[in-house]
């Protein structure tokens, strides 16, 4: 932990985005994660992203469950809206935020241990609502906050710190998502920010439920030989598909790959997201081949990671339930108190 | 790009830059943090062991180091480097039986010191510790040079001259010879001294000669002369209405003791522009502060008189042009000719070299501006036993200079005393420490101030203006000098990388405040900063580049605006980055600077 606060002093020609705010601006409290925690880079590239699309810190409200990975709202977008819930129950919170108040950016952070294991049920049902969010699940693996017990996601025949093998089957967060409607899916890795940053930013651009599992090695307890989880391991194993660029209205185009790699896809708020394909037979449009494709590397032990799926026209809750457009709080009494004749309408439809 | 940083070169000394820009390279860190400690008297050793004045320069040096702080890049102005180390000097208590004791054995060997200035004194300290025999000349009353001569009592008190004088001559085997000007060097040579040095300043003020210059000569007065009778007592008063040319530090001195002695229209008309004139910024704004007009781009033409008796200056207005590679040129304005009138003149518009007193068949060759063929290096001049140092040797410089000239002067006289060839330099004593005290505990205060540049308290304008002897800077207290010592960022404190430890998690580079830290594909130097996550586009600043890491990528890290806050090292898991105390000591004369 540091205890000091990070210094206000910054690079003298440290860029502002349109708003006026630098990326500093975007920044939480000093972490109190280990020093050289995965989580604290992810943390690092949420900060990126929002700086770089632009958002109104106080239009993102923030929710975490509980563990080290859902500590970090603290360390990121201090100055937006967040709520750290109770175990596993992040979904179900959102949920309800979302519903309440459309008009907001929806950030959910959640860990293996959080999501896999006693939220897993809460997790697959905001996924398969089609909540209009961005659902992060920091993956290390591991309990880190209970001194390194395995976790939900913890591969099968991966070693504990001390050596213990697990027996249990691993969860994949990935296929999960996928199986349960997810219409935006991809697979990151913390040590790298050339690929998350964008990933996060066409989540956060994306309507509907949007999931990134991202890898992130607990340096205390899973980031030793045996683990899969491991800042070598991972970086040995991974096959990233795709290179993603995110391209916001405001942006400039410029094109730097020969036509035929590239795959563009517009989204609802028009960014455009400009995939290069590093796999030619990678198909970011089907969720059966996403599926299969992703099982097929598992089985070679390698870790896919790149945009995995994407569906450009999805919609949300709000759509398939018809809620009203104005959030909750704006609705006056005129629209909340409408009436004998409206109650009456109502109670004929149901005769 | 080739790993940067290692021990045996000056990178961790750049990294420094107060220090690296001190031409005595004093290790400024280390007593800053000293002083925010309430240690003065150890700020002051650690002072006096590298400059010898501390209590004088923390008044009056030039400050090289200010301007080259890193704080002023990071915000608006430096750390007030100069006015803390008089505070070391104010509150230092008493030290005088920390220092060397006088040399108890005699080494055997003379040497004759001419001029008892900066550099004479230098010299002096450094070989009476060792056992010379030293005979010191100087045509004054006193000993100090310029120090006393002409630096005005009300921003130098005379105590502290005498005081830190007094530390140079306690310590034994200094014969002063004071009162005697020394007016054949082969006369000094024939005497068989071992080695002779000449700091005799450049005692010479430039005269302008122009119409009516003879005519109105009892008010028109050479400004160094000038302010050395006043320092003297021999001057006390001067007209009302003053005119000084002239825009260097010496023009201020003159300006601001004219307020003091009478002058109450007191002007400063200089050639240049404001913003060109060779007067020190902060100099400058003590002037202003004194109700001193500056007037610039003004050419003085004549010295206009009636009945013998000087009635003003005739100035040309002028412009400044510059060519195409940047070389300004001041040409006519075409406004017409202006005309201030004044009582009293004082000419400031520079100094000279002056020796007469050497004969030119004794081998010691001049160039061609008449300055002594000097080494630059060893300070030692044609006549391999005569050296010279200060403002004797390249002409006007400053104090901290004519210390520094006088320690590397010292080294080649006890070199040259024991037979060895003086240009083998003696590297400086180097050390780098991890200050890592425990987990996320340093041995020193990494939390950032936020503090700006905090004003050094002045004595009341009108009370100042009233004495030429009252000092007018009463010089920051405890409490300010604190608060103001918190401003530095210790950059001697160096994030030290070890390639091997490293595993690319990229936590410094999340936490870093300056974004000075990358890790990426190894490159040319030039290509390699335009890559970082803020492009180095300050060339002066040196990049720390790793080997190349277990991806093969390198860590670049940009030194230019790094706060040495150490959060890279707090974050860093596996201890690959460290901090690191570099301290640097110049090797003075001594057993250390002989090779046998």
């Known amino acids: ?351 | 790009m080739q790993r940067t940083g290692k021990l045996e070169s000056d990178y961790f000394h750049k990294v420094v830059d107060c220090q690296w820009a001190c031409p005595a390279h004093t290790p400024v860190p280390e007593y800053i943090r000293l002083i925010a400690d309430g240690r003065y008297g150890d700020a002051y050793l650690v002072n006096w062991k590298s400059n010898v004045f501390p209590g004088v320069l923390g008044r009056t040096c030039d400050r090289p180091c200010e301007p080259a702080c890193r704080r002023g890049r990071v915000e608006d102005e430096p750390v007030a480097i100069c006015r803390l180390k008089r505070v070391a000097a104010d509150n230092k208590g008493e030290v005088v039986s920390r220092m060397p004791e006088p040399a108890t054995a005699r080494n055997g060997k003379r040497v004759a010191l001419v001029g008892a200035g900066p550099a004479s004194l230098t010299v002096a300290r450094d070989l009476a510790m060792l056992g010379y025999d030293l005979v010191l000349y100087d045509a004054e009353a006193k000993a100090g040079g310029f120090i006393r001569s002409q630096i005005p009592r009300f921003r130098l008190p005379e105590e502290v001259i005498d005081e830190e004088v007094g530390y140079v001559t306690r310590l034994g085997g200094i014969e002063l010879r004071l009162g005697q000007r020394v007016d054949s060097l082969k006369a000094l040579v024939a005497e068989g001294y071992d080695a002779v040095f000449v700091g005799s300043g450049a005692p010479r003020g430039r005269d302008l000669d122009l119409p009516g210059r003879q005519e109105a000569a009892a008010n028109i007065h050479i400004g160094i002369d000038w302010l050395a009778n006043v320092s003297f007592g021999h001057v006390d008063r001067i007209g009302r209405r003053v005119i000084v040319l002239g825009g260097g530090n010496t023009a201020m001195d003159c300006c601001r003791t004219s307020r003091r002695l009478g002058g109450e229209d007191v002007k400063v008309i200089v050639r240049s522009g404001f913003e060109e004139m060779k007067a020190s910024p902060w100099e400058k704004e003590d002037a202003l502060h004194e109700d001193i007009p500056i007037l610039n781009y003004r050419v003085p033409k004549a010295f206009t008189h009636e009945n013998g008796r000087l009635t003003g200056v005739l100035f040309e207005v002028v412009a400044a042009e510059y060519d195409a590679r940047g070389r300004r040129r001041l040409v006519p304005s075409g406004e017409p000719d202006e005309h201030y009138e004044c009582d009293d003149v004082l000419v400031a518009v520079g100094q000279e070299n002056a020796f007469p007193w050497i004969e030119d068949d004794i081998g010691l060759e001049f160039d061609d501006w008449h300055m002594p063929k000097v080494d630059p290096i060893t300070f030692q001049s044609t006549l391999p036993n005569v050296f010279f140092g200060g403002d004797a040797a390249f002409g006007p410089k400053n104090i901290i200079w004519a210390v520094a000239h006088g320690h590397e002067a010292a080294v080649s006289i006890h070199k040259f005393c024991h037979g060895e060839d003086v240009a083998e330099r003696p590297r400086p004593g180097v050390t780098l420490v991890s200050q890592k005290m425990g987990i996320h505990e340093w041995s020193y205060d990494n939390d950032i101030s936020n503090d700006m540049r905090h004003r050094v308290p002045m004595r009341e304008k009108a009370e100042a203006l009233r004495d030429v002897r009252l000092e007018v800077e009463l010089g920051f207290d405890r409490e300010l000098a604190l608060r103001e010592a918190q401003r530095c960022l210790n950059c001697d404190v160096q994030t030290v990388f070890t390639d091997k430890l490293c595993i690319e998690c990229d936590a410094c580079v999340d936490i870093c405040p300056m974004d000075c830290i990358t890790f990426t594909d190894d490159g040319e130097e030039g290509d390699l900063r335009d890559r970082l996550k803020a492009p180095a586009q300050n060339l002066t600043q040196d990049l720390y580049v790793s080997g190349r890491l277990a991806t093969g990528r390198v860590m670049a890290k940009d030194e230019d605006v790094c706060l040495h806050c150490g959060l890279c090292a707090e974050r860093c898991p596996t201890g690959a980055w460290d901090m690191q105390k570099f301290f640097l000591e110049m090797t003075h004369a001594g057993p250390q600077c002989l090779t046998r």
Not at chain 1, 244 to 255: A, C, S
Not at chain 1, 286 to 295: D, E, V
């Open chain 1, 1 to 351: 932990m540091t205890y000091i606060l990070k210094p206000q002093l910054h690079h003298p020609k440290l860029p502002t985005n349109s708003l006026g705010y630098t990326r500093r601006d975007y920044e939480g409290s000093v972490s109190t994660l280990c020093a050289g925690c995965g989580h604290d880079s992810i943390s690092a590239a949420i900060i990126q992203a929002c700086f770089e699309l632009e958002l109104p810190p106080h239009r993102v409200a923030k929710l975490s469950g509980i563990g080290c990975s859902s500590k970090t709202p603290d360390y990121f977008l201090g100055n937006s809206h967040g709520f750290n819930t109770v175990h596993g129950r992040m979904p179900s919170v959102l949920t309800g935020a979302n519903l309440a108040n459309r008009d907001l950016i929806y950030l959910g952070v959640s860990g293996d241990g959080d999501s896999a294991s006693i939220g897993l049920g809460q997790f697959a049902h905001a996924i398969r609502r089609g909540v209009n969010m961005l659902y992060i699940v920091e993956n290390n693996g591991v309990y880190g906050l209970t001194k390194g017990q395995f976790s939900a996601t913890s591969d099968k025949g991966s070693k504990s710190k001390k050596g213990v093998v697990n027996h249990d089957a691993g969860i994949d967060m990935v296929s999960l998502a996928l199986q349960m409607g997810a219409t935006f899916v991809g697979r990151s890795f913390s040590g790298d920010k050339a690929q998350l940053v964008p990933l996060i930013k066409a989540g956060l651009a994306h309507k509907g439920a949007a999931f990134i599992d991202c890898v992130s090695p607990c340096v205390q307890f899973n980031n030793h030989n045996g683990s899969t989880k491991s800042y070598d391991y991972v970086r040995e194993h991974n096959e990233a598909v795709n290179r993603l660029d995110v391209i916001t209205p405001r942006d400039p185009i410029h094109v730097d790959y020969k036509p035929g790699e590239t795959v563009r896809v517009q989204q609802h708020d028009g960014s455009i997201l400009s995939l290069h394909k590093l796999n030619e037979l990678y198909n970011p449009n089907s969720r059966a081949q996403a599926l299969g494709y992703l099982q097929a590397r598992q089985a070679r032990g390698q870790i896919v990671t790149g945009l995995l799926y994407v569906d450009p026209d999805a919609g949300d809750l709000h759509e398939s339930i018809g809620t009203v457009d104005t959030p909750l709080n704006q609705l006056g009494e005129a629209e909340l108190v409408p009436g004998q004749a409206a109650l009456d309408r109502i109670n004929a439809g149901l005769r």
